[in-house]
């Protein structure tokens, strides 16, 4: 089975500067990863995903994120944050044997600093 | 555009009530997932159904009860909830079910249970 773990519930930001949010993931194979953000009273959107293939991946918003097989890691980045970065973000698992079941991580909630 | 739509956006309901969530979707996809969001609790999945089959129900109380008419409609129909049922309830659907299929969620139903 696989887990997902993001160590930092709660970072503050300020605009402009950089933001990188850690995800450290558990699976035998090479998982399908994702990351996705929710901003208040909203659902979760896509931020970008992570099959195979190139190990540094462009997302929306001007994210990216990187694949690092022997960290078991993928983190999220973004070079200058903008207020509306302000939300929560999720890293997500899946592998070619849990059809449909994505383990969610318990989130990072980012706050963005005048 | 979420291409997700749940209905109600906000439940308050007593114990002894009986009360449905609906989600529908209009993006062609032919899965549908159930998700409970609580706070400080990663998202956890409730039911998957991919064709209208139900393909994963991950050991979810008998008082909460799916039903999936068709690939665009998925319902979730409660009675006798508890007070720990209290949370974001989020609709998702996506193309199959793969694990390699992105997820696009509503922005969910907050269910209040007094």
């Known amino acids: 089975a696989q887990s997902v773990t993001q160590p930092d519930i709660h970072i503050t930001v300020s605009e402009g500067a950089s933001l990188e949010l850690r995800c450290n993931y558990s699976?035998?194979?090479?998982?399908?990863l994702f990351w996705y953000v929710q901003s208040p009273g909203q659902g979760l959107q896509l931020l970008l995903k992570?099959?195979?293939?190139?190990?540094l991946v462009q997302g929306i918003k001007g994210f990216e994120a990187e694949f690092k097989r022997s960290q078991s890691s993928f983190n999220l980045r973004k070079p200058s944050v903008h207020w509306s970065d302000a939300a929560e973000y999720f890293c997500a698992v899946g592998g070619t044997d849990s059809w449909g079941k994505l383990q969610f991580g318990a989130g990072t909630q980012v706050v963005v600093t005048p | 555009e979420t291409g997700v739509t749940q209905t109600p956006r906000h439940l308050v309901m007593g114990m002894t009530n009986k009360k449905s969530l609906k989600c529908e979707q209009h993006?062609?996809?032919?899965?549908m997932y159930w998700y409970k969001q609580s706070a400080k609790k990663p998202l956890e999945l409730m039911f998957v159904y991919n064709f209208k089959e139900q393909t994963e129900n991950n050991s979810v109380p008998s008082r909460f009860s799916p039903e999936c008419p068709n690939s665009s409609h998925l319902f979730l129909h409660l009675h006798t909830l508890q007070p720990e049922d209290s949370a974001l309830y989020l609709c998702a659907s996506s193309f199959t079910s793969g694990t390699d299929q992105p997820q696009h969620f509503g922005d969910g139903t907050r269910l209040s249970i007094l």
């Open positions: 992570y099959f195979s293939g190139d190990t």
């Open positions: 993006l062609g996809h032919n899965a």
């Open positions: 699976y035998g194979a090479t998982p399908y």
